[in-house]
């Protein structure tokens, strides 16, 4: 599903051509899920839970991007990248979007603001991120 969106951020030099592994993907694939998975467990903080629910969202479209034969040194482009690598509707890229900048803030100014409606929006945009990946890796 090569776009004119993505074909011009590889012209700008944002994303670079890169034949697609099959190997990667698949494993970036398994870690998305896996961490998916483990970010269901209401055991775990609400932080941890975001960290891998956030995790698994890049992991997964990572995989998606690398699908198609690109890369990109800025997760937040990874992201930005799903309407034209998965067709994720923009309204869904948005809770990413969210989710990039709190993760961000937590990371670099030790300011955590995570709350349980961005927490279950993030997750529900990850495992519908994960069901269109495993349908563009099984069906290309």
Do not use: C
């Amino acid at each position: 599903m090569t776009s004119k969106a993505l074909d011009n951020l590889l012209r700008v030099g944002k994303l670079k051509s890169e034949p697609a592994d099959p190997e990667e993907v698949a494993g970036l694939v398994h870690s998305g899920s896996v961490r998916l998975r483990d970010a269901g467990l209401e055991s775990l903080s609400m932080e941890s839970r975001f960290d891998l629910a956030y995790n698994a969202a890049h992991a997964l479209s990572l995989a998606a991007l690398r699908h198609h034969g690109f890369r990109s040194e800025s997760r937040y482009l990874v992201f930005q990248t799903l309407p034209h690598t998965l067709g994720l509707p923009n309204e869904m890229w948005r809770v990413l979007d969210t989710a990039h900048r709190k993760r961000n803030l937590a990371e670099y100014e030790g300011i955590v603001d995570v709350d349980r409606s961005l927490l279950d929006a993030l997750l529900r945009v990850t495992q519908e991120v994960e069901r269109r990946v495993r349908d563009l890796v099984v069906d290309p």
